[in-house]
């Protein structure tokens, strides 16, 4: 058999089991798994010592963002080269109309910001922000290759709110074309009112910006994902919850699972490894987001969540602000732009505090950062699993060594970093995007504007994901983990060290 690129002689995770073996590329595809693959002229990577994963896809990014007054500080080559360097190959960011413009404009102007840029393949969610204007423009999208939808419950003032119209009123359109709606879930009028009686001169002074947390209690998140959940329900369409980050988020998500209820949820990891206690930090509000960090027993619920099926995505929502950006806030926690860098490190924090903290395996993890999100997002079985015919997008990482999260070395614009000194594994020594190296020995060596526009089919359509088992037994529609392959028991990591 032809082969360009032999990868040797690591632990290769795949859908059906992990072995120590060879993963054989012939273009930009994976062409043979096994062992001892040899092809005269191939490269060889050597793998040996090393986890052989599937290339992560980080679906909740922005981007160059217009938002809070000022534009977010990674752009697609800033952004791209920090994905790859933290093994991630595939983006999904947003793209949100500009004021007046239609779902076609927003496509556009997303497709040109990326374009000659990215150094990873990235396609967008479409957000719809006007429901009237543009519900009929949604079919028009889903026929160009676009098939997931996104309206936020909140942001008023952005001119991006949805109501409970517009949710009601796409969730039956993702029905009729079996796309799925993403939704930004807390509630608007709650919070307009909490921070309306917090916004006086004397509690900002006394708080300072720990009343973000303060003005965004649990019950703001979970009446909105109750409300959207109910949407679901009586209309029949796919939905998706995305940076879910309460306890009481992935209660509802259970339940609504045993009802048969089609509906997903992701979270970020950062709602996985920190808490609102960073608030009580000088620096606090640099860790300002929305939805915001929540209490430790939040965090437990959300790693609970992911092994019961309640979570079936971890992302990012990559959305970086430098600290010269977070100081327009000048004591004023409302003015603070909303968002942290993440692409960089989505893959070293999930695999040293969930893999190496013993809270999942490394199956397990491939699954919440690869496979699943390229199945519910219809970009499977072309991206999320190493499997033959799929793209070869692959990252090899070190099983303990770990690099100290230092910003002025990362490939971010930020100039700080919310895990900043912190020690993490799971940083890509090696990154394949397509069958072509993009980095190597950690640094980034691949061409920008090298990254592709993927277009899509509808990914988690009603039905397509059949009846399921929950972990307790509970029949499950709508959960991406419900009958995929159960990975057989690892090899053990080879020893050898780089
Ligand atoms: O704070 C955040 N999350 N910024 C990005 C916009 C959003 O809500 O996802
Ligand atoms: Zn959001
Ligand atoms: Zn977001």
């Not at 795949?14 to 092809?39: H, M, N, Q, R, Y």
């Not at 987001?289 to 019961?308: A, H, I, N, T, Y």
């Not at 942290?340 to 013993?358: A, K």
């Not at 994901?465 to 959960?479: D, F, I, K, Q, V």
């Amino acid at each position: 058999m032809k082969l360009d690129t032999i990868v040797k002689g690591g632990t290769v995770v795949t859908p059906g089991g992990t072995f120590v073996g060879d993963v054989g590329i012939a273009g930009e595809k994976i062409a043979a798994l096994g062992s001892s693959l040899d092809a005269p002229g191939a490269r060889i990577v050597d793998a040996a010592g090393h986890y052989v994963i599937p290339g992560v896809l980080d679906v909740h990014v922005h981007l160059e963002l217009p938002f809070c007054g000022t534009v977010s500080a990674d752009d697609y080559r800033s952004g791209t080269r920090a994905g790859a360097r933290g093994g991630v190959t595939t983006l999904i960011d947003f793209a949100i109309p500009y004021a007046g413009d239609s779902l076609a404009d927003a496509a556009n102007n997303w497709l040109k910001k990326a374009d000659g840029k990215s150094l990873i393949d990235y396609t967008f969610h479409i957000c719809i922000t006007r429901w009237n204007e543009h519900k009929d423009q949604i079919e028009g999208m889903v026929k160009r290759g676009f098939t997931t939808f996104k309206e936020f419950m909140i942001y008023e003032s952005e001119g991006w709110q949805s109501d409970d119209r517009a949710l009601y009123g796409t969730l039956e359109k993702m029905r009729e074309y079996g796309t799925t709606l993403l939704v930004h879930a807390e509630s608007a009028r709650v919070l307009d009112e909490l921070i309306a009686r917090h916004h006086t001169p004397e509690l900002m002074k006394q708080y300072g910006a720990r009343l973000h947390p303060m003005t965004r209690p649990n019950f703001v998140e979970a009446e909105a994902i109750q409300r959207a959940v109910q949407w679901c329900e009586a209309t029949g369409g796919n939905l998706y919850i995305v940076h879910m980050s309460t306890g009481e988020g992935a209660d509802i998500i259970r339940a609504a699972h045993a009802r048969g209820v089609p509906v997903i949820a992701e979270t970020c990891v950062q709602y996985l490894v920190l808490d609102d206690s960073v608030f009580e930090r000088e620096d606090g509000h640099l860790f300002a987001c929305c939805p915001q960090l929540k209490k430790p027993k939040d965090v437990e619920r959300l790693w609970q969540g992911l092994r019961g099926g309640e979570v079936s995505v971890i992302s990012t929502d990559t959305c970086t602000f430098t600290r010269e950006q977070k100081a327009m806030w000048e004591g004023d926690w409302t003015k603070i732009p909303m968002g942290m860098p993440g692409l960089e490190t989505l893959l070293p924090l999930t695999y040293t505090h969930g893999v190496l903290g013993g809270r999942m395996s490394i199956e397990e993890m491939c699954m919440k950062l690869s496979t699943n999100p390229a199945r519910i997002m219809g970009l499977a079985p072309r991206k999320g699993a190493i499997a033959i015919g799929a793209d070869a997008d692959l990252a090899i990482i070190h099983p303990t060594r770990t690099h100290a999260v230092d910003p002025s070395a990362m490939e971010t614009n930020a100039d700080w970093s919310p895990f900043e000194g912190w020690d993490l594994a799971g940083f890509s020594r090696t990154t394949i995007s397509r069958g072509e190296v993009i980095v190597d020995d950690y640094k980034v060596v691949g061409r920008e504007g090298r990254g592709v526009w993927l277009p899509r089919t509808p990914g988690l359509g009603t039905g397509d994901w059949g009846l399921g088992e929950t972990a307790n037994g509970a029949r499950s529609r709508g959960r991406a983990d419900a009958g995929s392959p159960v990975p057989s028991p690892q090899s053990p990591v080879p020893a050898g060290t780089r």
